[in-house]
């Protein structure tokens, strides 16, 4: 049976291994390797999906600001796209847009823009955005149902975008208790 001191002495060994594995897993923030579902590499609130025909696909969490272009250059380093196309995507992103590339030949390619689903932008923290909602989106959400996500988007149809959540009052099937519920996932 090994003593306290014995113990402690083989616990700081294990420590003195795992610690560069801990470092190099947690703390390295490189952009070279293979791709991963989720990277951080900066502080900013800007998170995309890049998918289609991109080495690195997968989820980006970009500084505020950055664009198209710069999406594009880092999914695929050291690939010059015909005639410079990134620099004339200077379309800056917004949080859960989803950019689709796609090559239509060998040297050329077609983006696509949409938005993520309402659950993904749930998961992820990103805010909904009123107008850009749709039936399933609204769906999504805990405590409306078909019938009042339908009875939304037929009231948005109607009268014109919502100014603010406080809207949602005004159609048939809304409360200020259902309103309460979803306002975390709408940014202010």
């Given at each position: 049976?090994?003593?306290?001191?014995?113990?402690?002495?083989?616990?700081?060994?294990?420590?003195?291994?795992?610690?560069?594995?801990?470092?190099?897993?947690?703390?390295?923030?490189?952009?070279?390797?293979?791709?991963?579902?989720?990277?951080?590499?900066?502080?900013?609130?800007?998170?995309?999906?890049?998918?289609?025909?991109?080495?690195?696909?997968?989820?980006?969490?970009?500084?505020?600001?950055?664009?198209?272009?710069?999406?594009?250059?880092?999914?695929?380093?050291?690939?010059?796209?015909?005639?410079?196309?990134?620099?004339?995507?200077?379309?800056?992103?917004?949080?859960?847009?989803?950019?689709?590339?796609?090559?239509?030949?060998?040297?050329?390619?077609?983006?696509?823009?949409?938005?993520?689903?309402?659950?993904?932008?749930?998961?992820?923290?990103?805010?909904?955005?009123?107008?850009?909602m749709n039936e399933e989106d609204w769906d999504a959400l805990p405590g409306i149902g078909a019938k009042t996500a339908k009875a939304i988007i037929f009231y948005r149809q109607k009268y014109g975008d919502f100014q603010s959540i406080q809207d949602l009052e005004r159609v048939k099937g809304m409360s200020g208790g259902k309103i309460m519920k979803?306002?975390?996932?709408?940014?202010?």
């Amino acid at each position: 049976m090994m003593d306290r001191s014995q113990r402690f002495i083989v616990w700081l060994f294990a420590l003195f291994l795992i610690s560069p594995l801990i470092y190099k897993g947690h703390c390295s923030r490189t952009e070279t390797g293979s791709a991963v579902a989720f990277r951080s590499l900066s502080t900013g609130r800007t998170i995309v999906r890049v998918k289609g025909d991109v080495p690195k696909p997968g989820i980006y969490r970009l500084p505020d600001g950055a664009t198209v272009g710069t999406v594009i250059n880092m999914t695929m380093p050291g690939q010059a796209l015909q005639g410079g196309i990134e620099a004339q995507l200077p379309v800056v992103l917004r949080p859960g847009m989803v950019l689709d590339v796609t090559r239509t030949d060998r040297k050329n390619y077609a983006l696509t823009v949409s938005y993520m689903k309402a659950k993904e932008r749930m998961i992820l923290g990103i805010p909904l955005d009123l107008q850009l909602m749709n039936e399933e989106d609204w769906d999504a959400l805990p405590g409306i149902g078909a019938k009042t996500a339908k009875a939304i988007i037929f009231y948005r149809q109607k009268y014109g975008d919502f100014q603010s959540i406080q809207d949602l009052e005004r159609v048939k099937g809304m409360s200020g208790g259902k309103i309460m519920k979803i306002r975390q996932f709408f940014s202010d």
